[in-house]
């Protein structure tokens, strides 16, 4: 079965007349995605085990993105690039949207936005599997219905592309699955890229990836 974890960062707000940080929301809303076989998820887990010990941070506390240092966020983006390429059935995928550019009529339901991303990104990922498991952080998604999501991929998957995928939803906590925690950590460095500018680790990482980009000018 192949696996797929999925993270974001940024938000799904649209105060975007006030600067972002100061009353405003996000520009960017960054979403990634980790698929792997069942038979290689333990190589990011123990990637991240390595990296919390190295760096002394409890074993039972979450690793985030936004809480590494710029030197941590260049080191670990080195480390998640070698691994994909010693490894080609990982696979690292994100997709950026620049908000400012959403149409304001589909703004009213993040929802449908959210779903059009990871239908983007992962379709074509998804169709030739005989199953998958999708693995979100469920205080990740900020919008009404996390099996939406599963429900919109696998009607898509059975009726528009004549897929016999299987789709299974399993939300775990972040907290409790290494490679969700690594998901958060590339999904910061993308959306970082974007936001802020802050590009070295990005630019170390995304030689690994496939990086979309969505209604950008």
């Not at 972002?20 to 069942?38: E, I, K, M």
């Not at 339901?109 to 379709?123: A, E």
């Amino acid at each position: 079965m192949l696996r797929v974890f999925i993270d974001e960062a940024g938000d799904l707000g649209w105060i975007l007349d006030k600067p972002y940080r100061r009353g405003g929301s996000s520009r960017f809303l960054t979403l990634c995605f980790l698929l792997t076989p069942d038979a290689l998820a333990k190589h990011p887990v123990r990637l991240v085990k390595r990296f919390k010990q190295k760096h002394r941070i409890p074993r039972g506390e979450e690793l985030k993105g936004k809480d590494l240092t710029g030197s941590q966020l260049e080191e670990f983006a080195s480390k998640v690039g070698g691994l994909v390429q010693a490894h080609d059935q990982l696979k690292l995928l994100a997709i950026t949207v620049q908000k400012d550019n959403v149409q304001p009529h589909t703004r009213e339901d993040p929802n449908k936005l959210y779903n059009y991303m990871i239908r983007l990104c992962l379709l074509d990922h998804l169709r030739g599997q005989t199953e998958a498991a999708i693995i979100p952080d469920p205080r990740s998604i900020k919008v009404a219905s996390g099996n939406s999501m599963v429900d919109y991929l696998q009607t898509t998957l059975w009726f528009d592309l004549s897929s016999q995928t299987r789709l299974f939803h399993y939300p775990v906590e972040s907290g409790k699955s290494n490679n969700l925690q690594l998901v958060d950590v590339v999904s910061h460095v993308v959306w970082s890229h974007h936001e802020d500018r802050q590009s070295t680790a990005y630019k170390l990482l995304a030689p690994h990836m496939v990086c979309k980009h969505l209604f950008f000018a």
